[in-house]
């Protein structure tokens, strides 16, 4: 029993003593001492950081030190010089190539000569570093098996464009001689193909070596080649080796390969592309595939009657009970929608889509054993097709079923209807939505206004029926009756249109700005004040109190070592304030929180996600991004994460949560630091840190529904799913997290 729950004890009293239960007890007793002496660690990672490495991630931290980490470069201790390496990437400082190229012409350990190549390739194309790997490469101890990854992925990130040819002899070589080479050199190559797909720098000769190794038995090298094809812009490239992407389409063995392949195909415009897209869609069953299928299609120059029997057939096929069916139907409903936006339906196409899409009205009560998500989804592309008043109040009837996914679609589709009532209806709305619903509210204000822009009938209704002045109104004073970040950041971004805060507005837009640098002017406000520095740098007024307000911001936030907020109230200060230097006299004071070792160390292997699905086991990467780690633990800890939407997601990509306010627009309050690491996303299951940017990153948080290299080195992977992975595909836009909490 205390082996199951303890096993740090070894110790199973039930086993040793079955007969003596005198002994059984002291047994039990000194087991249960054992372990609350040892409370504070029992489930810990016993991760521990020398003095070398703590240095090192305090200078990564706060981003300096360039000196002072090289030195490190040539520790004796491994681990030293490794983590000496990953800083400089995550710095990315490129005075520090001479130190790393010097370094790596001498480097013998696999684990740090993988590091310096990985830290070079974050730092882009540079001949120096790319002749350095390659000299390496014909040294009397080349690189292993273990870094051959890095090595040519260093390659293909360093090489400058016009040295294509020259790794294209390297990797020439390696798949001409596939048979004398080790696999894991063959895995490199695939990488490298991968990522010089990444750069658009595939050429006839890279593209047959994608097909060569399109034969290899290693799956992943297959789809490596595959989704190098598929990162590939040039279609006329792509259109003449048709054959070596069906290869890759009908590669039973590896979904990843289909999928990819079928995005390539999408880059093709042509006929034979096309049926080729349509005859997987109809004999394809995987739903992973199924998506990338109908994304491609989406990207074809003309709608047809076959591109609807497959799209059809994947909304008809959803159901209540199966969430990747319904990831297909979204998908497929999304392309219908794009097609139709983009002017590729024709006229008779039209009336067909129309004819089968009213099926989904609610009061047609069609179609109840799909979900109500995917069929409120259907709302849009029909409300885009155009609507009449009865059809308009019919499609505002989803809102009875308080599904916050079909609210959501509602308000997008009404939005999508050039028509007053359909106005009149969304600024209602507002009044009645709850605060998390209103920004979607606004989304679809926003989308009609920029329609009623290029209507010259519509905006004169609305216009005279003064439902553009109370929209108007409404932006510029939403932010002084809520805090809520996502009505704030979405207000700010509508208002900077000159059709919106007209000269007549200015004024008053200017008098509530004022307030609002008064009323968000403390740290937890951090993303407001972001926000509305953008919109008074857009506005520009000439208050001169304006300046001494904005000046105030750019004080605290130097006091805070809040980077990111004193970068844009300098940008705002410049805008209403163009003189030469104008905030000369601050120097920010990056203060950041002393980093709790203690804590660090004592950290939990894994975190739990619990859904109502089930139990996802969360994996917690602290050795590459101990400082993430550390945060989404601190924000486990005060329930940070209960009840959180699952607020974004895009059918075989990413699934993402972490924002309280359900929108995307939420965090903590602060930003850490973005950390990272040779660990890359190429499987399903990888956790990473949302962000809108290098050292962005808060609270928010995403899984990989599939390999997503295009992520890698500009996302930090802070943990992997190791257990529950099938519920991955269950989740559904706005699902709840139940929570996540340290695994004890």
């Known amino acids: 029993m205390l082996r199951e729950y303890y096993p740090d004890t070894g110790i199973h009293c039930g086993e040793l003593f079955p007969q003596d ?18 409370s504070s660690d029992a489930f810990a990672q016993r991760i521990r950081f020398s003095e070398e490495e703590r240095t090192i991630i305090r200078l990564q931290d706060d981003r300096h030190g360039i000196d002072t980490i090289a030195r490190y470069l040539d520790s004796k201790n491994e681990k030293v010089a490794w983590r000496a390496a990953i800083a400089l990437a995550n710095i990315r400082d490129t005075s520090a190539r001479s130190d790393l190229i010097n370094q790596l012409a001498k480097e013998r350990r696999p684990s740090v000569f993988a590091a310096i190549a990985f830290a070079l390739g974050v730092m882009g194309p ?16 080349p690189p292993t ?10 390659c293909a990130r360093t090489m400058p464009k016009e040295n294509v040819n020259d790794l294209g002899f390297i990797l020439g070589l390696a798949a001409d001689q596939s048979k004398t080479k080790s696999h894991a050199r063959i895995v490199g190559v695939s990488n490298a193909l991968l990522e010089l797909g990444l750069r658009k720098l595939l050429n006839d000769q890279l593209v047959s070596y994608c097909g060569a190794l399109g034969s290899d038995d290693d799956p992943i090298v297959r789809w490596h080649c595959a989704y190098a094809l598929a990162r590939t812009e040039d279609s006329s490239l792509l259109s003449k080796n048709l054959d070596i992407i069906r290869g890759f389409l009908n590669d039973v063995g590896s979904p990843e390969a289909r999928m990819f392949a079928a995005t390539a195909l999408g880059r093709i415009h042509n006929d034979e592309a096309g049926k080729m897209l349509i005859t997987a869609a109809r004999s394809e069953t995987e739903w992973r595939v199924r998506v990338n299928i109908f994304n491609a299609i989406a990207k074809l120059p003309r709608f047809s009657s076959a591109i ?22 979204r998908a497929a409903l999304d392309v219908l929608d794009q097609m139709i936006a983009a002017g590729k339906v024709s006229a008779p196409d039209s009336i067909s889509i129309r004819e089968w899409l009213v099926e989904y009205l609610p009061d047609h009560q069609l179609h109840e054993d799909q979900s109500i998500r995917v069929r409120s989804q259907c709302m849009i592309p029909l409300a885009r097709l155009g609507v009449d ?23 997008k589709a009404v939005g999508l209807v050039p028509d007053t009532l359909a106005f009149y209806r969304l600024i209602a709305r507002i009044f009645t939505s709850s605060e998390n619903n209103v920004a979607y509210v606004l989304d679809g204000l926003h989308s009609l206004w920029d329609i009623a822009k290029k209507d010259t009938i519509f905006r004169n209704q609305i216009e005279d029926l003064h439902y553009a002045s109370m929209f108007r109104h409404m932006l510029i004073r939403f932010p002084s009756l809520t805090d809520n970040p996502s009505i704030v950041s979405t207000t700010m971004e509508y ?12 004024g008053e837009a200017a008098e509530y700005l004022l307030q609002y640098l008064d009323k968000y002017a403390y740290p937890k406000y951090h993303d407001h004040l972001i926000s509305i520095l953008s919109t008074i740098a857009w506005l520009k007024p000439t208050n001169d109190t304006f300046r001494l307000k904005i000046d105030n911001i750019l004080s605290k936030a130097a006091e805070w070592g809040d980077k990111i907020l004193f970068d844009s109230a300098g940008a705002a200060l410049t805008a209403v304030y163009p003189q030469p230097n104008a905030h000369i006299g601050y120097v920010i004071r990056l203060v950041r929180e002393p980093i709790d070792w203690k804590k660090i160390e004592s950290l939990p292997d894994t975190m739990l996600i619990e859904t109502q699905y089930g139990v996802m086991y969360l994996k917690l990467d602290t050795y590459n991004t101990p400082l993430t780690a550390l945060n989404m633990y601190k924000l486990a800890k005060l329930n940070w994460f209960a009840n959180n939407y699952i607020h974004r997601i895009v059918p075989n990509f990413v699934i993402q949560s972490g924002d309280n306010m359900g929108t995307g627009d939420g965090g903590p309050g602060y930003a850490i630091r973005t950390e990272i690491a040779p660990s890359r996303y190429d499987s399903t299951g990888v956790v990473g840190m949302a962000s809108s940017g290098k050292d962005t990153e808060g609270s928010q948080w995403f899984i990989t529904h599939c390999p997503t290299p295009h992520l890698n080195t500009r996302y930090t992977i802070w943990g992997t799913i190791v257990k529950g992975e ?9 699902d709840q997290i139940e929570n996540i909490v340290p695994y004890k």
């Open 21 to 38: 239960k005198l002994m059984k007890y002291f047994l039990i007793l000194l087991s249960l001492a054992f372990v609350l002496s040892h």
């Open 126 to 141: 540079d001949l120096r570093s790319f002749e350095a790997l390659l000299q390496t490469n014909k040294s009397p101890t």
């Open 145 to 154: 098996d273990h870094s051959y990854d890095e090595f040519f992925i260093a």
């Open 495 to 506: 208002i900077k249109d000159p059709t919106i805060v007209t000269d007549s507005l200015r």
């Open 726 to 734: 099938e519920l991955i595909e269950k989740y559904q836009l706005n």
């Open 389 to 411: 008043d009865n059809t308009l109040k019919e499609i505002c009837s989803y809102v009875s079923y308080q599904d916050r996914t079909a609210e959501i679609n509602v308000w």
């Open 308 to 329: 609807h029997e497959v799209l059809k057939k994947a909304v008809l096929e959803s159901s209540k009970d199966s969430a990747t069916s319904n990831h297909v139907a």
